[in-house]
């Protein structure tokens, strides 16, 4: 059987594998980027994740048909996807290799298509870069229902389903449960969790499932799904309800929204040295050195956060070790910023009230709703709230939280505040353009709206 060496393999076309294989074949390294499937050029974020579905929610908030929508959104991938594959495929000293890849050693790696082994790959060093998938819970019938979705599945459909049921209220599963509601689907959402966004502070959870609900989408918390069967061509979830009660619910697609796991499955990984933790992600230092000495994990598949940004950030920590002084490492990495594409979106970075106050930290909050911001006005959409943590010593933003229109490009601001340490003031005498939504960090810091501090028990 045929062997290659390259200096460097990288499996999996996602985020930071991308640019790593650029960057390598930039300086003249030999790269090899092995990707299984040829619609995941560019990975998970581009062709089936953020890409794809913020397409098709703000064309849902534009008014679209489901159908044009769809066929925007397809449009759009299909020209990402190619120019990712000619980043990697267009340079001298790189190459795009279709295949499953298989360790068989800390060194090689063969590559399969259609279970067949049909070259080895031997690499000086090896890179991981397999993201996540979704996990499927086990729930009777699951397996046998034809209308059971991930959200590749669902994004991929040309004809929008008029009753939508989505398992799973955690951040995924709001976005598509905001997302087809703008469309006209009948949307429900069911949890066995009876806490709405246990993460966040309970005002802005509270704030955010009213307005959901005032959008059509119903939440059903604290059930068991006991059974999924088909009956037609619709999908029938036998439910038992905090009451006990027991309900069948019938819908034309089943989102099944409760997370996602590395995908490290069928890696071989079992022939190398490379330890995976009990979740199946693969155990890395800060430098995301692998327990084998010239293997690192990239995003997702070595757990944590599943942004397509921190796994960009990855690639810089090694760049840093391979070309640079080596002191980026995930250890300095700070908070990291986050966006949910709900409507309108929840963003926020470093601490909340909850957060803050199970750290002991003392602070000071500042509170303005979203209608009291012009550009609210201006854009039509005065639902949400900002909030901000502030130190009571050093006067340094410890966290915010910003459910408000365009959140997710003002979040930016004040992780850039929060990262570089500046004072609050900063924001609050910051000269911003108008009308704007960022203009809102001047109201926001301003002492009117510091507000009393509630009782540590209050938002427990």
């Known amino acids: 059987?045929?062997?290659?060496?390259?200096?460097?393999?990288?499996?999996?076309?996602?985020?930071?594998?991308?640019?790593?294989?650029?960057?390598?074949?930039?300086?003249?390294?030999?790269?090899?980027?092995?990707?299984?499937?040829?619609?995941?050029?560019?990975?998970?974020?581009?062709?089936?994740?953020?890409?794809?579905?913020?397409?098709?929610?703000v064309n849902g908030q534009k008014g679209l048909e489901f159908s044009d929508a769809a066929m925007k959104k397809s449009d759009l991938i299909r020209k990402l996807n190619q120019k990712n594959y000619s980043l990697?495929?267009?340079?001298?000293?790189?190459?795009?290799?279709?295949?499953?890849?298989?360790?068989?050693?800390?060194?090689?790696?063969?590559?399969?298509v259609d279970s067949e082994a049909v070259k080895i790959l031997e690499g000086e060093r090896i890179f991981i870069n397999t993201g996540a998938k979704p996990v499927i819970p086990p729930i009777k019938g699951i397996s046998d229902s034809a209308n059971i979705v991930t959200s590749t599945e669902l994004m991929d459909l040309t004809v929008l389903p008029q009753t939508l049921t989505i398992i799973g209220s955690g951040y995924i599963g709001l976005e598509f449960s905001s997302m087809f509601a703008s469309y006209g689907s009948k949307v429900t959402v069911l949890d066995v969790f009876d806490k709405f966004l246990p993460r966040e502070d309970d005002d802005v959870a509270?704030?955010?499932?009213?307005?959901?609900?005032?959008?059509?989408?119903?939440f059903k918390l604290g059930v068991k799904i006991e059974q999924i069967y088909d009956k037609g061509e619709k999908t029938v979830l036998k439910v038992t309800e905090k009451d006990g009660k027991t309900v069948a619910l019938s819908a034309d697609k089943i989102l099944i929204a409760t997370g996602?796991?590395?995908?490290?499955?069928?890696?071989?990984?079992?022939?190398?040295?490379?330890?995976?933790?009990?979740?199946?992600?693969?155990?890395v230092n800060e430098k995301l050195e692998t327990t084998a000495p010239n293997i690192w994990a990239i995003g997702d598949v070595h757990g944590g956060l599943q942004f397509t940004y921190t796994s960009l950030d990855d690639f810089r920590i090694i760049q840093?070790?391979?070309?640079?002084?080596?002191?980026?490492?995930?250890?300095?990495?700070?908070?990291?910023?986050?966006?949910?594409?709900?409507?309108?979106?929840?963003?926020?970075?470093?601490?909340?009230?909850?957060?803050?106050?199970?750290?002991?930290?003392?602070?000071?909050?500042?509170?303005?709703?979203?209608a009291n911001i012009p550009k609210s006005a201006v854009l039509g959409q005065s639902k949400g709230l900002l909030k901000a943590l502030v130190d009571t010593k050093t006067q340094k933003i410890l966290g915010a939280t910003i459910y408000a229109e365009d959140s997710h490009e003002v979040i930016n601001l004040l992780y850039l505040?929060?990262?570089?340490?500046?004072?609050?003031?900063?924001?609050?005498?910051?000269?911003?353009?108008?009308p704007t939504m960022s203009e809102a960090l001047n109201d926001l810091f301003a002492a009117a709206n510091e507000v009393l501090i509630p009782n540590a028990e209050d938002n427990e």
């Open 260 to 283: 996602r796991k590395a995908n490290t499955e069928g890696l071989g990984l079992e022939n190398t040295s490379v330890t995976l933790n009990e979740r199946g992600e693969i155990v």
């Open 417 to 434: 505040a929060v990262k570089a340490g500046l004072l609050y003031t900063v924001l609050r005498d910051q000269i911003f353009t108008h």
């Open 88 to 112: 990697i495929a267009n340079e001298a000293t790189a190459a795009v290799i279709n295949g499953k890849a298989r360790f068989i050693s800390d060194t090689e790696i063969e590559i399969l």
């Open 206 to 218: 509270a704030r955010i499932k009213e307005d959901m609900e005032a959008a059509g989408v119903t």
């Open 1 to 57: 059987m045929e062997k290659v060496f390259y200096k460097n393999i990288i499996v999996g076309f996602g985020k930071g594998g991308k640019t790593l294989a650029k960057f390598l074949a930039k300086k003249g390294e030999s790269v090899a980027v092995v990707e299984e499937s040829t619609r995941m050029y560019g990975g998970t974020c581009i062709n089936i994740g953020c890409i794809p579905s913020k397409s098709l929610i």
């Open 320 to 370: 840093s070790q391979l070309y640079g002084d080596g002191a980026r490492t995930l250890n300095n990495r700070g908070s990291v910023p986050n966006s949910v594409f709900i409507t309108p979106t929840l963003s926020s970075v470093g601490f909340t009230e909850k957060t803050a106050k199970a750290a002991g930290l003392e602070y000071r909050l500042f509170r303005l709703e979203a």
